[in-house]
């Protein structure tokens, strides 16, 4: 089975752009959640999608925004780039929307966002 | 709200030494507890995990114990090795909302051979 994996790995925008991240999934899981890791610091929860539906939300403002599609593969859509949005951001998929104690959640190797 | 203190490192160990990461949380109730690894240049990884209060969890020679009289979950292992050098996350799963993780900021383990 294939892992999550994350494209791009790497990227360089500049403020006030816009920026589309990608993930697909592991194979038959129909859960992904987004975080963004500053550097330095944990993981912060930015939203989830299940089965195409945004299932919840962190405190980040509305230019975060994100789809998933039927395949469950996700984009993470990030608008009007500020500098404090260069971070690491991780893509996570698991198998459904019950209780993550009760399932576990696979990381991608995540896309490193620089805003100059 | 919802919130993980982890100890802050580098902690920095000879090969074969005991390690202990602290961890303590905050939150309503009984959120699950888990610790994440992550290695340079890859993605997080569960290490382990501990779903209600006195559960350990291990894997790996690594052990936490699900403490809700000290809100804790405190990594250990015996006998570090090299190849445990890596960045380590605490986090939860709060009970209202379960399908999110709150993370700590990460402790980075060094060890010398």
């Known amino acids: 089975e294939t892992g999550v994996t994350q494209s791009p790995t790497h990227l360089i925008k500049t403020r006030g752009q816009q920026v589309t991240l990608r993930c697909s999934s592991q194979?038959?899981?129909?859960?992904v959640s987004w975080y963004q890791q500053a550097l330095g610091q944990g993981p912060q929860f930015i939203f989830q999608?299940?089965?195409?539906?945004?299932?919840g939300r962190g405190n980040f403002p509305p230019r975060f925004s994100g789809l998933q599609f039927p395949n469950y593969s996700s984009e993470l859509n990030v608008n009007a780039l500020e500098l404090d949005d260069s971070a690491l951001y991780l893509c996570?998929?698991?198998?459904?929307?019950?209780?993550?104690?009760?399932?576990?959640?696979?990381f991608g190797q995540g896309t490193r966002l620089t805003v100059v | 709200g919802n919130s993980v203190t982890q100890m802050e490192g580098p902690v920095t160990l000879s090969e074969e030494a005991f390690l202990t990461i602290n961890c303590t949380y905050t939150?309503?109730?009984?959120?699950?507890l888990f610790w994440y690894v992550q290695y340079p240049g890859e993605g997080l990884q569960l290490l382990l995990k501990?779903?209600?209060?006195?559960d350990k969890g291990s894997n790996k020679g690594f052990e936490a114990t699900y403490r809700k009289e000290t809100t804790s979950f405190h990594l250990e292992k015996g006998s570090v090795q090299v190849s445990d050098s890596a960045v380590y996350f605490c986090?939860?799963?709060?009970?209202?909302?379960?399908?999110?993780?709150?993370f700590g900021a990460g402790t980075i383990l060094r060890v010398k051979s």
């Open positions: 194979s038959g899981h129909n859960t």
């Open positions: 939150a309503t109730g009984y959120p699950s």
């Open positions: 999608y299940y089965r195409e539906e945004e299932n």
């Open positions: 501990a779903t209600k209060a006195d």
């Open positions: 986090a939860l799963s709060p009970m209202e909302y379960g399908n999110k993780l709150v």
């Open positions: 996570a998929s698991s198998l459904d929307s019950a209780s993550i104690g009760e399932t576990e959640a696979f």
